[in-house]
């Protein structure tokens, strides 16, 4: 009798534990519980930690909360401007409510990576060549919005949409390097035409300041003569003085003759000194040259 009443409290203690064992179920930190009962849905979401449930009766479903990263694949598309381009992004994106994840979709991954997918064939058919490469902001809150609209509905929640890479035929790459460099080109030109106008500016300014002041004129004049003169080139140029020929513009004929036979003096006179100098040097290399033929 004792040992038939030991063996029943044994078997018990088995049919127990084994019961518990089917009936606990652990939920982590970063996930829930679905609970369906008969197929049918029970009120309540499981949190995290030590859980009880029906063994045969209650089916405990785990959703993972945290954000998940997923790659979309490139996508081959005709831009707005008829461009063939290649564009790959990636979506980062959680679950918020794990009953509608669980019934309202079979697979929430594959229906989310799909609808990624379409969304972007669809922006590169809206969009421009120029936006695709210079404003992916813009794109990619476009594509956010496109993709959360239906995701909502089935407990998931769009984080972040990034489009990667914009791949683009050969073609397209030389030719938009032959406009860069033209592009680069003009704006050279631009620079280059604004700083000879503020330079003929500053001439202007100049001219007019010095027009007004004949002896910062004159000044000038000297100053250019002298920074000639110390380059030791065997010619120096004199401007001819401008004075002179306000004057003769103004002269009568018989004046501007008279003025004419001066300047005529004046330079025959500068030129006495370096004639009268050669004709002295030339006295003095005859006689070393008659020495010379006596020599030889």
Same mark, same amino acid.
């Given at each position: 009798?004792?040992?038939?009443?030991?063996?029943?409290?044994?078997?018990?203690?088995?049919?127990?534990?084994?019961?518990?064992?089917?009936?606990?179920?652990?939920?982590?930190?970063?996930?829930?519980?679905?609970?369906?009962?008969?197929?049918?849905?029970?009120?309540?979401?499981?949190?995290?930690?030590?859980?009880?449930?029906?063994?045969?009766?209650?089916? &405990?479903?785990?959703?993972?909360?945290?954000?998940?990263?997923?790659?979309?694949?490139?996508?081959?598309?005709?831009?707005?401007?008829?461009?063939?381009?290649?564009?790959?992004?990636?979506?980062?994106?959680?679950?918020?409510?794990?009953?509608?994840?669980?019934?309202?979709?079979?697979?929430?991954?594959?229906?989310?990576?799909?609808?990624?997918?379409?969304? &972007?064939?669809?922006?590169?058919?809206?969009?421009?060549?120029?936006?695709?490469?210079?404003?992916?902001?813009?794109?990619?809150?476009?594509?956010?919005?496109?993709?959360?609209?239906?995701?909502?509905?089935?407990?998931?929640?769009?984080?972040?949409?990034?489009?990667?890479?914009?791949?683009?035929?050969?073609?397209?790459?030389?030719?938009?390097?032959?406009?860069?460099?033209?592009?680069?080109?003009?704006?050279?030109?631009?620079?280059?035409?604004?700083?000879?106008?503020?330079?003929?500016?500053?001439?202007?300014?100049?001219?007019?300041?010095?027009?007004?002041?004949?002896?910062?004129?004159? &000044?000038?004049? &000297?100053?250019?003569?002298?920074?000639?003169?110390?380059?030791?080139?065997?010619?120096?140029?004199?401007?001819?003085?401008?004075?002179?020929?306000?004057?003769?513009?103004?002269?009568?004929?018989?004046?501007?003759?008279?003025?004419?036979?001066?300047?005529?003096?004046?330079?025959?006179?500068?030129?006495?000194?370096?004639?009268?100098?050669?004709?002295?040097?030339?006295?003095?290399?005859?006689?070393?040259?008659?020495?010379?033929?006596?020599?030889?």
């Amino acid at each position: 009798m004792g040992e038939a009443l030991a063996v029943a409290v044994i078997a018990l203690i088995c049919v127990f534990g084994i019961y518990g064992l089917a009936a606990a179920r652990v939920v982590k930190q970063y996930e829930r519980g679905v609970v369906f009962r008969f197929g049918r849905l029970r009120e309540g979401i499981r949190g995290p930690g030590f859980q009880l449930i029906l063994p045969f009766v209650d089916r &405990l479903s785990k959703v993972n909360m945290q954000i998940v990263t997923m790659p979309v694949p490139a996508q081959d598309g005709i831009t707005r401007d008829n461009v063939t381009v290649r564009v790959d992004a990636v979506i980062y994106f959680k679950v918020v409510d794990a009953a509608d994840a669980m019934i309202r979709v079979e697979d929430y991954r594959f229906a989310v990576s799909q609808m990624a997918q379409t969304s &972007l064939r669809s922006i590169i058919g809206k969009s421009d060549l120029d936006d695709l490469l210079s404003n992916r902001e813009k794109l990619n809150e476009g594509l956010e919005l496109m993709i959360d609209s239906p995701a909502i509905g089935w407990g998931v929640q769009i984080d972040r949409v990034e489009i990667k890479d914009v791949s683009l035929p050969e073609t397209m790459k030389r030719s938009m390097a032959r406009q860069a460099e033209a592009d680069r080109e003009r704006r050279a030109r631009v620079i280059n035409a604004d700083a000879e106008l503020q330079a003929s500016k500053k001439l202007s300014e100049a001219a007019r300041q010095m027009a007004g002041q004949p002896a910062a004129l004159q &000044l000038r004049l &000297l100053q250019t003569v002298v920074a000639v003169a110390a380059e030791k080139n065997s010619t120096l140029v004199l401007p001819f003085p401008v004075e002179l020929l306000r004057y003769l513009e103004r002269a009568t004929p018989a004046e501007a003759e008279q003025a004419v036979q001066a300047v005529a003096g004046a330079v025959e006179s500068a030129q006495e000194p370096e004639t009268k100098k050669a004709e002295s040097e030339e006295k003095r290399e005859q006689p070393t040259r008659g020495r010379e033929k006596q020599t030889v």
